[in-house]
Antibody, heavy 116, light 107 residues
């Protein structure tokens, strides 16, 4: 069974940093592109970032470019999202998503709140 | 960036109704489109991939069609568990973009 479990969320002040992790199991993690998608409270889904299988290519939404960094450790079956210089508008549930013909499997999500 | 215009933003329907939701892309995306269902407090679940392929385990009352710029999700006979919010997602080019969502409510 495919499982994606996010961790590392919480409350952080504006300008602060946070690193999200996503532990993957039930599939060959190193064979799949992985993504982060977020959803602000009461709002729609927004794609954030993607990383390919061997960490040679990454893509970001304009809203996070230069502040967020996606990475992965295939030996640990773990996806990361380093978030720096956080803003109030980054407050959202962040989902770790496996990428196959789009987004197929989703984690349960982790809440990040940026507030003073 | 490719804009995905989803309509309607909400609809009221009864159990047993046929429901159609549309997504229009601002430029051609071939069939690089998926449909997702999200219930309150839960992660989205994929229903349809590459525009018309049914995700394993998803009931056959869900179907997708379209190619290029116009796409449709159809629920042939609405069931009580189908009341949720539905999103389309284009994965043709980065940044990937979602439609704004369609909330299907009970009439």
């Amino acid at each position: 069974e495919v499982q994606l479990v996010e961790s590392g969320g919480g409350i952080v002040q504006p300008g602060g940093s946070l690193r999200l992790s996503c532990a993957a199991s039930g599939f060959t993690f190193s064979s799949y592109w992985m993504h982060w998608v977020r959803q602000a409270p009461g709002k729609g889904l927004v794609w954030v970032s993607r990383i390919d299988t061997d960490v040679t290519q990454t893509n970001y939404a304009d809203s996070v470019k230069g502040r967020f960094t996606i990475s992965r450790d295939n030996a640990k079956n773990t996806l990361y999202l380093q978030m720096n210089n956080l803003r109030a508008e980054d407050t959202a549930v962040y989902y770790c998503v496996r990428g196959l013909w789009g987004c197929d499997y989703w984690g349960q999500g982790i809440l990040v709140t940026v507030s003073s | 960036d490719i804009q995905m215009t989803q309509s309607p933003s909400s609809l009221s329907a009864s159990v047993g109704d046929r429901v159609t939701i549309t997504c229009r892309a601002s430029q051609g995306i071939r069939n690089d489109l998926g449909w997702y269902q999200q219930k309150p407090g839960k992660a989205p679940k994929r229903l349809i991939y590459v525009a018309s392929s049914l995700q394993s385990g998803v009931p056959s009352r869900f179907s997708g069609s379209g190619s290029g710029t116009e796409f449709t999700l159809t629920i042939s006979t609405l069931q009580p568990e189908d009341f949720a919010t539905y999103y389309c997602l284009q994965h043709n080019s980065y940044p990937w973009t979602f439609g704004q969502g369609t909330k299907v409510e009970i009439k």
